[in-house]
């Protein structure tokens, strides 16, 4: 598994060495399964998800397991961006059980929560009817916004900007010290800038961020009504995404109204963890 701009082994290693406490007085072990685990017992055991889920870093757990029994054996059941009926298997692992408890944890707490992202997607995109792309936002946990937009791909999303640098974004705090949308935009346009993306929360915006020079225009928590009337004013220009407020009770509306783009940042920023578990089945 590939993901663009991530470190998988130096994430592996960080999370491990954060859960067996290096450098910590004390820590750097496993307390529980050196004490209870004879060293040559083995453990074979299987992951599966409790409830419908679309899948989501199954690769990610495999690495955890790998770095601490490099021999163990795993076979994957399903692929990430399955979406799975209640009771599926996921994985099958087996080797040295002090390591694979060891790795336990990790994995799972990879899976569950990249799990649970890509199953809010999902929803959300069949929510949408066909009608618009679906976003993401940067409304991410801090070091795992790799993760968790690789999560939203695989619900059916689409990334939006990964961080500040890749497409300058003029929201309402930029506008209030700018002076004005189309000063915002200008000075972005001015400075070299190829991606503007300017936030408007009134019609009467759109026209000064469009002239300035905005290469897509962000319509900030209006209706569906008001969405068509902006819709219809920014024309073929630029895209159009709406934005604030989307629900899956609301997004199928937006959505229709005839926008590009739908952007939630409640995908990632909320999405509960999926009820996945690894329990013993000796082979």
Not at 54 to 76: H, K, N, Q, Y
Not at 82 to 110: C, H, I, K, P, Q
Not at 249 to 259: K, L
Request: with cysteine.
């Amino acid at each position: 598994m590939k993901i663009p701009h991530f470190d998988l082994d130096a994430f592996v290693r960080d999370t491990l060495a954060e859960d067996l406490g290096e450098g910590v007085p004390g820590g750097g072990h496993d307390v529980t399964s050196e004490s209870v685990i004879p060293a040559d017992a083995r453990f074979a055991g299987v992951m599966d998800s409790r409830d419908p889920v679309t899948v989501a870093g199954l690769p990610i757990a495999a690495a955890f397991f790998r770095a601490l029994d490099p021999s163990c054996e795993i076979a994957m059941l399903v692929a990430d961006g399955d979406a799975v009926a209640a009771g599926t298997d996921l994985m099958r692992v087996s080797g040295n059980a002090r390591a694979l408890l060891t790795a336990e944890r990790s994995a799972l707490n990879t899976v569950q929560h990249l799990s649970g992202i890509a199953t809010m997607t999902a929803r959300y995109v069949a929510a949408m009817g066909g009608h618009a792309t679906l976003l993401d936002t940067r409304k991410t946990i801090p070091g795992l916004r790799h993760l968790e937009k690789y999560a939203t791909r695989m619900g059916g999303a689409q990334n939006h900007r990964m961080g500040l640098w890749d497409a300058a974004m003029i929201k309402d705090n930029h506008v209030a010290v700018a002076g004005g949308v189309g000063p915002a935009v200008a000075r972005a346009k001015a400075a070299g800038v190829a991606s503007i993306i300017c936030e408007v929360d009134r019609i009467d915006q759109i026209e000064p961020a469009i002239g300035a020079g905005a290469t897509h225009i962000l319509l900030d928590n209006m209706g569906p009504e008001v969405l068509r009337e902006a819709v219809g004013i920014i024309g073929a220009r630029v895209p159009a995404e709406a934005s604030g407020g989307v629900s899956l009770d609301t997004i199928a509306a937006i959505a229709a109204s005839g926008v590009d783009y739908v952007s939630v940042g409640r995908l990632t920023q909320s999405a509960p963890a999926a009820d996945i578990g690894l329990d013993f089945k000796p082979a």
